[in-house]
């Protein structure tokens, strides 16, 4: 839940915040030519800097007077006065392949006066773009003493020109380092002193090396500004800063411009409730900044993902895609415009990127991972569906909404409670509303389901001493975040009085928290933590009285952050951790509590996997914990962007994403819900939950119609959960993603790129949600190849890519299996504990070559140590010629189930002979009209199995 809750208004635009947000473009302050005017009428102190003696003549300025003041500023700035003559008396409007570009050189209050003196351009006949903008060369730092040597390209850049911003530095240090043939590091810091660097995610230390096989190559070169990235293959360009805009390398404003090729295409930056792809005809700002605030179009939200895909080059069949990471965890603009370009505006830290040359989408996601770190392995358990809302109010009610799910014959595994489980809102304690819960919980154990509470970070300070343990612990270990006097940071969230916030940094916390987490775990036997409002959030701006004026936290630059300031609803950014300010480590407060209690669940409940399901999120936090999407709307339009942040959270290497089924706030309704509930049931987290001052949201609340929606959904996502968890395997293992679009699949299909309204679960499954409302149909896109209909078992052959609208009335959500793919899949059942104990059954579905690969991943399920240890089987099977193969290729669990049923969807020909292991099997059928041989067998598939058909 959020901070502005309880007074959000439903419409996204009307809420008051956003509002304060609108006007504040995201490029440019730009202000009217009469304003731009008056202000150069007004005896303003910059008139009296510049154009002393020109007050009288200022009222009848001439084209010429403001060529000659910008001039003369422009020399007090440190261009020489032949450069100055070039730009002042020239206004070039900078073009690059035909599209207007233009980097901002006055992101804030642009005026024309302001801008000369910055020695750029102003143009004002152009809307929507910024004004004041930088002339090529601008040359605001220079590169020197270029070296190479052994993979490592090193230069000295040197500062030229004075930046408006304060505590220039004057000598960068630049270095290139080949780390991988497919990855390049570049580092750009103070030649002279160490700045800040996030501690997360940890990255691999590695020596750079040379090689001939280098995907890439650095181009920086004497005497110029910037440097560039080069695709090896094509020798194209992809990353272009030399001399482009302006170098700023200031202590709190970093800024990097750069054109990528022509027709790129841009994915990426989050967390945003937008487009996947990133619309570039028109200058965008993403701000980084995790902030507590209803998912809308345009604002900074709950995580930080400063990470790009790039398509740098297609042209006809042959796609070449990048990554490009920005390691940096302060606050920062990231301003994408035609060209297309790219501006970084940060306000601290140093600038370190890493490039990942792919060359396909999904080779730069495990490239991405291999850096950050690969997704944790989830529990089987998580896997099922999960039920929530706030404001349940007691635990009678809990299970009155908990009993009629599980009546209707819905799949269910995990019962949730939001806040109002605690005793007056405060962590670790329980309501007199609830106190039979731990009985609860232990009935849910007994029938194999399972129970998460929502576990704020914020610990309340309101209480009497002696009465309220979190807090009084905390004092005493000086574990909270501190204000400049080292007293703890109050601020308030949901407690009654105040609150304080544990520092996950300082490394007392992990026993604090630990022994938090234990004690409740005592009280409550809950099998996952619920971390909600860790941006952190605040209910205050800063504390009650605001934050101390200070360059922290109002810098000379505040990125287009909600609210306007970087403390609006969150903690002064002047607040001290163990670690450092809050400035520098506000966007890893989340992964830090993240990391923290995953760690503590692993020790709580004797080495099960946690489930750690958090709001806020950095570069890294998949390996640790999951995440949801936080306070979508109940509307449509949030349903179909759910697709975008569920495949974006993917990319960022979180694979275990969901939102909120049927919508967080405002009211849902049945056409809504029954859609909602199909998609839901193929998010990787599946939880459907609601705001505390909306309708009931539950399944069987809404009717039959969601009921059946739900149901038949989900007992399919129950049937295919084994190739799903093969699926969190292999992404944990090597760095895949879980759900993805199909561009991941289909790079070379162009009609695949801005797709955003189908999905896959790994390469196997497509899934084809219906997003609108009063639509009984919808069109689904299918790339080369052929197609299973998962609903009716028909067979769609797309030998070019085309397009089919398809029935799809409320009870039904399209799925198609690839053809080429082996499925794993057991009985649904009422909760994944059971429907593990059930046969398995192999689906098998041939591709046009009568040919088919997939995987079966087994273990215990829960053990944290699993794959470490090898506690695991995994199975390949491989289909040509008429002859299945199950490979073993690890055999480290025993305990799995017997393979009874093999369906070969795809042979259309007359079976007229099988064999099981060289042996002949008469136990089969095989349905001519839909293609299907099924036999029934009884097999142990780590003892290897084979499967030949003979047909006439
Ligand atoms: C550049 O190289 C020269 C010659 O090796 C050296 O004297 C000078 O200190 C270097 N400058 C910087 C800024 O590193
Ligand atoms: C659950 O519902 C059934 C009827 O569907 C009822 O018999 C049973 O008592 C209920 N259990 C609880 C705990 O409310
Ligand atoms: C939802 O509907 C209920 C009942 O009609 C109404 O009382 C409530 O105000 C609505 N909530 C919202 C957030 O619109
Ligand atoms: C389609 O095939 C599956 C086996 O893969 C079977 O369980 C299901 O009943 C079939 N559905 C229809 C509509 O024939
Ligand atoms: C095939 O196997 C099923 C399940 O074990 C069994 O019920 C059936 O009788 C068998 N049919 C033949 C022809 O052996």
Not at 788 to 806: E, F, H, Q, R, V
Request: aromatic residues 12%; contains cysteine; glycine residues 8%.
């Amino acid at each position: 839940m959020g901070v502005p809750r309880r007074t959000m208004v439903k419409v996204p635009h009307s809420h008051p915040e956003v509002v304060v947000m609108l006007p504040n473009p995201p490029y440019d302050q730009r202000i009217s030519s009469a304003r731009v005017w008056s202000g150069i009428w007004s005896i303003t102190k910059h008139v009296l800097l510049f154009c002393l003696g020109m007050i009288v003549g200022a009222l009848f300025l001439t084209s010429n007077d403001v060529q000659k003041r910008c001039l003369e500023s422009m020399v007090a700035v440190g261009f020489s006065s032949h450069r100055a003559r070039e730009i002042c008396y020239k206004n070039p409007t900078v073009s690059h392949s035909g599209v207007l570009t233009r980097f901002d050189c006055m992101p804030r209050n642009a005026n024309a006066q302001d801008c000369r003196r910055r020695g750029c351009n102003w143009d004002e006949s152009v809307q929507n773009v910024p004004y004041c903008f930088y002339p090529d060369n601008y040359g605001s730092y220079s590169n020197e003493n270029v070296t190479n040597i052994n993979g490592r390209t090193t230069a000295t850049m040197r500062k030229k020109l004075k930046s408006p911003y304060p505590e220039d530095v004057d000598l960068l240090q630049f270095e290139a380092c080949a780390e991988t043939e497919s990855r390049l590091h570049i580092k750009i810091t103070d030649a002279k002193k160490d700045r800040f660097e996030p501690f997360y995610p940890v990255v691999p230390q590695v020596d750079c090396k040379s090689s001939k096989n280098n995907q890439y190559q650095v181009k920086i070169s004497e005497g110029k500004m910037g440097f560039k990235v080069l695709r090896s293959s094509s020798g194209k360009v992809i990353f272009d800063s030399e001399d482009i805009g302006a170098l700023i390398y200031a202590n709190q404003f970093l800024q990097l411009n750069a054109r990528f090729p022509a027709g790129s295409l841009l994915y990426g930056i989050g967390e945003r409730q937008s487009t996947m792809n990133i619309e570039t005809s028109a200058f965008q700002s993403f701000t980084l900044w995790n902030r507590d605030a209803a998912p809308t179009d345009k604002i900074n939200l709950y995580g930080s993902h400063p990470f790009i895909l790039i398509r740098d080059q297609y042209d006809q069949n042959n796609s070449k895609w990048h990554g490009l990471f920005l390691l940096n965890s302060n606050a920062m603009d990231i301003i994408t415009q035609p060209g297309p370009a790219i501006s970084f505006r940060i306000i601290g830290g140093i600038m370190d990127f890493y490039w990942f040359m792919g060359d396909t989408p999904s080779k730069v996601t495990e490239q991405y991972l291999e850096v950050i770190g690969h997704p944790h392995m989830p529990p089987y358990w998580a896997l099922g569906f999960h039920l929530c809302r706030f404001g349940y109010g007691s635990l009678d009610n809990t299970i009155l909404v908990w009993n009629r799910t599980r009546a209707a014959g819905i799949p269910f595994d995990v019962q949730w409670n939001d806040l109002d489980y605690m005793d007056n809102n405060n962590d670790f304690t329980i309501s007199p509303k609830f106190s039979k819960l731990s009985e609860f919980v232990e009935m849910l154990h007994s029938i194999g389901m399972h129970y998460i509470p929502l576990i704020d970070p914020g610990v309340s300070a309101g209480e009497k001493k002696g009465a309220y343990e979190p807090y009084d612990y905390g004092l005493e270990l000086g574990i909270f975040v501190a204000d400049e006097k080292n007293k703890p940071f109050v601020g308030k969230v949901w407690n009654g009085i105040s609150t304080v916030w544990p520092d996950f940094t300082n490394p007392k916390t992990v026993d604090y928290w630990r022994v938090m987490l234990e004690k409740l775990h005592s009280q409550v036997p809950f099998d996952g933590a619920w971390i909600d409002m860790n941006e952190p959030s605040n209910f205050y701006s800063g504390t009650r009285k605001g934050c101390p004026k200070n360059s922290l936290n109002y810098p000379p630059y505040v990125p287009n952050v909600l609210g306007g300031q970087l403390f609006s609803k969150t903690i002064c950014p002047s607040a001290k951790h163990y670690r450092g300010n809050h400035y520098d480590l506000h966007n890893m407060y989340g992964i830090s509590e993240a990391i923290i209690t995953s760690f503590a669940l692993v020790e709580i409940r004797n080495e099960k996997r946690p489930v750690t399901i958090s709001r806020a999120t950095f570069p890294g936090h998949g390996h640790y914990a999951a995440h949801w999407t936080g306070d979508v709307f109940s509307t449509w339009n949030d349903l179909k962007l759910s697709v975008a942040q569920t495949l974006n959270f993917n990319m960022f290497g979180i694979p275990f994403v969901g939102a909120d089924i049927c919508g967080f706030n405002g009211n849902t309704t049945v056409e809504l819900c029954a859609r909602w509930s199909q998609l839901g049931a193929f998010y990787p987290f599946s939880r459907n939950h609601n705001s505390d001052d909306t309708k009931e949201q539950d399944p069987v609340i809404l009717g039959p119609t969601v009921v059946t929606a739900a149901k038949n959904a989900l007992e399919i996502r129950y049937s295919l959960l084994p190739y799903l968890y093969y699926l969190f395997y292999d992404s944990h293992v090597n760095g895949k993603t879980v759900a993805r679009p199909l561009f991941y699949e289909f790079p070379e299909d162009e009609n695949t790129h801005l797709l955003e309204t189908e999905f896959m679960w790994g390469s196997c499954l497509l899934i084809i949600p219906v997003l609108e409302e009063g639509k009984t149909t919808v069109e689904g896109y299918f790339p080369i190849g052929t197609w299973y209909d998962l609903n009716s078992n028909k067979t769609l052959i797309a030998k070019s890519a085309l397009k089919k609208t398809m029935n799809a009335p409320l009870d039904l959500i399209p799925l198609f299996v690839r053809g080429g793919c082996i499925l794993p899949t057991q009985a649904a059942k009422a909760t994944t504990t059971e429907s593990r104990k059930t046969p398995l059954t192999v689906r098998v579905y041939l591709d046009a070559n009568g040919r088919g690969q997939g995987s079966a991943y087994f273990d215990d399920g829960d053990y944290v140590y699993s794959i470490d240890e090898g506690k695991y089987s995994l199975v390949n099977f491989a289909v040509k010629n008429k002859v299945l193969v199950g490979t073993v290729a690890k055999s480290g669990f025993a305990q799995i189930p017997t393979l009874e049923t093999v369906l070969i969807h795809g042979e259309c020909a007359s079976v007229t002979k099988l064999e099981v292991n060289g042996k002949t099997w008469n136990n089969f059928t095989h349905n001519k009209s839909s293609c299907i041989l099924t036999t029934i067998i009884s097999a142990n598939v780590l003892e290897g199995i084979k499967i030949t058909w003979q047909t006439s």
